[in-house]
């Protein structure tokens, strides 16, 4: 999806120029992979843009580090307010998508990391649909990717790691090639383990169902928790559970979450429809509950919400 560019992004602690946000062609992240990021969405409420779930996004980012070695120049609260300062200073106002980024800079060549600079990065932009409005509204085709989630022990897969992404995309692109909208990939146990970019959830028989993160080798998601919660309140059961494919194909709804997708129903798996085939009651009742949940619509979530 192309972006648009803002004002001001966030480096090591400077508001700098959009053009000028550059990095070295030897940064150590460049050439091997290792780093962190995280997606945070801000939205337009009744009460001014807020940043949703900022806390619980700096946090896992700097759990990503802590995964991967790297000490973080910063706190938790200072990337929560430089976080507040880049959709201030960049006016968004009509909210945003944010990407924090921390990357080993300039320094040294060579796999090993720890002696390279630490960077951080937050830059936001407005952005729409990630999976598209038609997506969100009548639900996106899904296939099983090819390609193997990471196995736990050949890549931290609770890190949102610069480099793990690469099994997404090899499952993005196959996926899409093939004429689909989005990939579901299977751990090395050939159990669902989450798409190249979102959690997944199924409804069988009323209750919802999806993959355990750690089990299944997928990314705690922050959208998946929300959903959880918002599902209770509905009054829905959700349980944490193995499932394999068949699962897929037999559900009654299914949907995945994310916080660039947001709540997306499934339309189909390997071309087997899910249910009826179009976003079914409940997909729809805690899509709608989202949406109004992080615009700041429903006053028991606010404190979901991060004023700016
Ligand atoms: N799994 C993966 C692999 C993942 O990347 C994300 C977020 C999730 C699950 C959902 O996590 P959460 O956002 O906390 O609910 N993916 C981010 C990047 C997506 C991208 O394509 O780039 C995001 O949604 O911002």
């Given amino acids: 999806m192309p972006i648009t560019p803002t004002k001001k992004i966030w480096m090591d602690g400077t508001l700098v120029d959009w053009e000028s946000a550059t990095t070295?062609?030897?940064?150590?992240?460049?050439?091997?992979?290792?780093?962190?990021?995280?997606?945070?969405?801000?939205?337009?409420?009744?009460?001014?843009?807020?940043?949703?779930?900022?806390?619980?996004?700096?946090?896992?980012?700097?759990?990503?580090?802590?995964?991967?070695?790297?000490?973080?120049?910063?706190?938790?609260?200072?990337?929560?307010?430089?976080?507040?300062?880049?959709?201030?200073?960049?006016?968004?106002?009509?909210?945003?998508?944010?990407?924090?980024?921390v990357y080993l800079g300039y320094g040294e060549m060579g796999i090993y990391p720890l002696s390279s600079p630490v960077n951080v990065a937050i830059a936001a932009w407005p952005w729409g649909a990630y999976l598209g409005d038609h997506g969100v509204e009548n639900g996106v085709r899904m296939k099983i990717s090819s390609w193997t989630r990471h196995a736990p022990n050949a890549m931290p897969t609770a890190s949102k790691t610069v480099g793990g992404y690469v099994n997404s995309s090899l499952a993005k692109v196959e996926a899409l090639k093939a004429g689909y909208d989005e990939a579901i990939m299977l751990g090395p146990d050939a159990r669902i383990s989450e798409c190249t970019g979102e959690n997944l959830f199924i409804v069988r028989d009323g209750l919802l169902i999806s993959p355990?993160?750690?089990?299944?080798?997928?990314?705690?998601?922050?959208?998946?928790?929300?959903?959880?919660?918002?599902?209770?309140?509905?009054?829905?059961?959700?349980?944490?559970?193995a499932m394999r494919r068949d699962d897929l194909y037999l559900a009654d709804e299914a949907f995945l979450t994310g916080t660039a997708a947001e709540v997306v129903p499934i339309a189909s798996v390997d071309d087997r429809v899910v249910g009826a085939g179009s976003p079914g009651p409940v997909t729809k009742a805690i899509q709608s509950t989202y949406f109004k949940a992080v615009r700041g619509e429903i006053p028991e979530y606010e404190d979901w919400l991060a004023r700016v």
């Fill in 24 to 101: 070295h062609v030897l940064s150590h992240t460049l050439h091997y992979g290792t780093g962190a990021f995280e997606g945070i969405r801000a939205y337009k409420t009744p009460n001014g843009v807020a940043i949703f779930r900022l806390r619980e996004h700096m946090q896992r980012l700097l759990n990503s580090c802590k995964i991967l070695m790297i000490d973080v120049p910063f706190t938790l609260d200072e990337l929560c307010d430089a976080a507040l300062e880049v959709v201030r200073v960049n006016e968004l106002n009509e909210g945003c998508y944010m990407r924090p980024l």
């Fill in 212 to 241: 355990p993160p750690s089990e299944a080798g997928a990314l705690r998601g922050i959208t998946q928790a929300s959903i959880v919660k918002i599902a209770n309140d509905l009054g829905y059961q959700v349980s944490f559970e």
